[in-house]
């Protein structure tokens, strides 16, 4: 069964097909820049020549019928007939409390998904057009949404409640909802698999560390809390998000700077972090190269570990207990430096890891703790899109 998973930004998308036999991925691309005259297609089909084409691509439907014609085509085709490609995976980024799996797309799921605008009005648009657009052009094949709070939604509700007049939760749904959690959930289950537990039996912290950045605790394989809230902005510092900070600052920084909502909101968001505090740039291998000759480089560093290992102290205090440690994304899954540091201020938990293992490089899930360490802390590489695909065809195969 061949599975196509779609992942659609405002002007941007990104894909891979799956072949569920082995779940290899025999083709996978992007498109950037849609709605301009000089869009960018870049499609790499496994075991043929890469394409990259520049050329007038104004809305997503025609990206993704172009995308489709170099599937089949000749020269740079995987498949012979569309028609292999038996359903579609969708990334949607938000799932509200709607959503708690993922979901065989209807006309009462896109509504639903409408629904959600308000709580992420720069992503789920764009993920409803991916999805509309691929009904357009494959009518009659299953659509499959796979959400990135979704995993969060067993979070009991001391944990996903704000301490905020209860008429905001009711009235407008604020509240912790979490992100990345299709990674979440693909990296404590491989962790499981790789240290030959159940999941049942494991506490879990797993920290994704890319440019956006979040902590969950896993217990008994259920998301229990994670450090993103209402949206990707609350918890770790990361590449260009400020995480946590005195929500009083907000409206000081607006009248003293005399800034708009938008400017603010782009200040938390666009101009903070890494790059905020560096003043160098966003990108963690930046900071790294820095870090010995440059002070704000330095503190940008230190600060970034101190509060990834607060968040770990946090979630062992959640759970009672940590089983297993795990890294992953960009940053987690690359930076020795930064997995050192964290594990070096840890030993009261037991935590103690293996510099040797810790300094290889490689593409596998990895244990680089000592056998002497009472947590097991593991470099599990993410692969978001191959989880959509099993979720996917999961999905497909239930509602059959
Ligand atoms: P995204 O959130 O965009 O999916 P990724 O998970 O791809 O992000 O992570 C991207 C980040 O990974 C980059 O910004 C960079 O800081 C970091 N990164 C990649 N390689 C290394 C490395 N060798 N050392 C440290 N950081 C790295």
């Given at each position: 069964m061949k599975i196509f998973v779609l992942n659609c930004g405002s002007s941007s998308l990104k894909y891979q097909l799956f072949d569920?036999?082995?779940?290899?991925?025999i083709a996978s691309g992007k498109v950037e820049?849609?709605?301009?005259?000089?869009a960018i297609l870049t499609h790499e089909p496994t075991g043929k020549e890469d394409l990259k084409l520049v050329t007038e691509i104004l809305d997503h439907t025609t990206a993704i019928e172009k995308v489709f014609n170099y599937l089949v085509d000749?020269?740079?085709?995987?498949?012979?007939?569309?028609?292999?490609?038996?359903a579609v995976g969708h990334r949607v980024v938000h799932g509200g409390e709607v959503f708690s799996d993922s979901v065989k797309v209807d006309a009462q799921v896109k509504a639903a998904i409408k629904g959600t605008f308000d709580l992420a009005p720069l992503h789920n648009p764009a993920n409803l057009v991916g999805i509309e657009a691929v009904e357009t052009v494959l009518p009659g094949v299953p659509n499959v949404a796979v959400f990135d709070t979704a995993f969060h939604q067993t979070m009991p509700k001391k944990a996903y409640m704000?301490?905020?007049?209860?008429i905001l939760y009711k009235k407008h749904k604020i509240r912790r909802y979490g992100f990345h959690g299709t990674s979440h959930k693909y990296v404590s289950q491989k962790a499981a698999e790789f240290l030959s537990?159940?999941?049942?039996d494991l506490k879990i912290v797993s920290c994704h560390i890319g440019n956006g950045a979040s902590i969950a605790a896993i217990d008994k394989g259920k998301?229990?809390?994670?450090?993103?809230?209402?949206?990707?902005?609350?918890?770790l510092m990361m590449g260009t998000r400020s995480g946590d900070?005195?929500?009083?600052i907000i409206p000081f920084v607006m009248e003293k700077e005399d800034l708009t909502l938008n400017e603010v909101n782009s200040m938390l968001n666009?101009?903070?972090g890494l790059l905020g505090v560096s003043?160098?740039?966003?990108d963690m291998r930046d900071i790294e190269e820095n870090m010995d000759s440059n002070e704000n480089a330095k503190l940008a560093f230190d600060m970034y570990e101190y509060r990834i290992r607060k968040y770990i102290g946090a979630y062992a205090a959640a759970m009672n207990g940590i089983d297993v440690l795990i890294f992953t994304a960009g940053v987690g899954e690359n930076s020795n430096i930064l997995r050192k540091a964290i594990a070096n201020n840890?030993?009261?938990?037991?935590i103690e890891i293996d510099d040797k293992l810790n300094n290889i490089r490689s593409k596998e899930v990895r244990r680089i703790s000592?056998?002497?360490?009472k947590v097991e802390v593991l470099v599990v590489p993410t692969n978001e899109e191959l989880m959509i695909a099993r979720d996917t065809l999961r999905i497909v195969k239930s509602s059959k």
């Open positions: 569920m036999k082995d779940e290899s991925v820049r849609i709605g301009m005259e000089d000749p020269k740079y085709g995987v498949i012979s007939d569309i028609n292999e490609i038996e704000y301490a905020l007049p209860r537990k159940s999941i049942e998301s229990v809390d994670t450090s993103m809230g209402m949206t990707p902005l609350e918890g900070i005195d929500p009083a666009k101009h903070s003043g160098i740039g966003s840890l030993t009261y938990l037991g000592t056998p002497n360490s």
